[in-house]
């Protein structure tokens, strides 16, 4: 099959007839056949509850999660053993931007791995993974990748 449709329910009850200020932003947002639904709110900015998650939130996350799957993909394809990825991914919205919107997002994974691992080979593999991420790809932002390789304290070493 060549055709995949993702689905996502969102749902919401209250009443916007008050004002502007007073009516609820949270929501639920399910994608079945996953489980459980995310609570979602407004970004604290617009009046949400900033102990939620927010729209501009999971838009970083799944350009860092889709990066992520992508490059593991890459790395195992071309032999690099990677023990450990973290990403401290990073969207940025300037609302004199017309129209808003999240105009670039940082990822910058770093990726641990076996000792003796060529870095600028794991660096190549999370650039050509970023080429294949179907979100990335699917997005007018601006993606940059800022990618840090170190090497990982084999098992029961002693690190410094």
């Not at 023990?83 to 017309?98: E, F, I, K, N, S």
């Not at 997002?105 to 691992?117: D, R, S």
């Not at 993606?143 to 990982?152: C, H, K, N, R």
Request: glycine share 4%; charged share 15%.
């Amino acid at each position: 099959m060549t055709q995949h449709t993702y689905r996502a329910l969102t749902t919401w009850t209250g009443s916007t007839s008050g004002p502007y200020a007073a009516y609820e932003r949270t929501h639920a947002v399910s994608t079945p056949p996953a489980e459980p639904p995310l609570r979602l709110s407004a970004d604290p900015a617009f009046r949400g509850d900033g102990r939620l998650m927010n729209p501009e939130q999971l838009l970083v996350a799944a350009a860092s999660s889709c990066q992520l799957l992508s490059f593991l993909a890459v790395a195992n394809r071309s032999r690099i053993e990677v023990v450990r990825y973290t990403d401290d991914a990073h969207g940025v919205m300037d609302l004199a931007d017309a129209p808003a919107r999240i105009g670039s997002i940082v990822l910058a994974p770093t990726v641990h791995v076996a000792p003796g691992t060529d870095h600028a080979q794991v660096v190549a593999a999370a650039h050509r993974a970023h080429e294949m991420c179907y979100i990335a790809n699917s997005l007018k932002t601006r993606i940059s990748l800022q990618v840090a390789v170190v090497d990982a304290v084999p098992a029961g070493a002693v690190s410094s």
